[in-house]
């Protein structure tokens, strides 16, 4: 996947992340209008297709360089334009740095085969919802040391099959909740 920044990084990952994304591509087209007597040329960071068959274009740039009246009037046409053909528009500038990192530490555990299915399934039919991610570990652990019982949970979380507040930082006093 194709990205310029940490910053666009940061949000394809948690494009992949979001189980409503079913599409991620990345410098999608290049948009070109005339506005007065100038022809004007964009090309969006990332257009994201959600399963529902909405389909948003990004772009990505640091907050602080919205404050130029030139970036903002050069991001403001591309959003009109999208709108007017009934896309959704958005301009990313970043997210909580505590979910990002909660994240980044779960991409590790996005890929088949990382975890053996088995342990993925075991784990699934093992957790209660509501449980406490320590409780969770020491009961997938059984005579096991608890944090080999840590990457199944790992893997159910980026799945989406479980959820919890990613707000605050993973630690065993996280909620896990059942999502499938």
Known sequence: MV?????????????????AVRGIFAQPCRLVVRIGDRVRHH?????LVKGSG???VV???PAVRLQDPKIAEALEWPGKLVERHGWEYEIWSGADRVL????????AYRRPGIVPESEVEEAWQQVTDGDLMAVAERRLAGDRPVHEARPP??????S???????SRPLSGES????CA
Not at 3 to 19: I, K, M, Q, T
Not at 100 to 107: G, I, K, P, S, Y
Not at 160 to 166: K, N, Q, S, V
């Open 3 to 19: 990205y310029e920044s940490r910053l666009e990084l940061a949000r394809l990952l948690l494009a992949d992340f979001d189980p």
């Open 43 to 47: 090309v969006p960071d990332f257009l």
């Open 54 to 56: 909405t389909v948003r």
């Open 59 to 61: 772009n990505v740039k």
């Open 100 to 107: 990002l990192e909660n994240v980044r530490f779960l991409a």
């Open 153 to 158: 949970l790992m893997a159910l979380l980026w």
């Open 160 to 166: 989406g099959r479980l959820t919890t507040d990613l």
């Open 175 to 178: 909620v896990l909740r059942r």
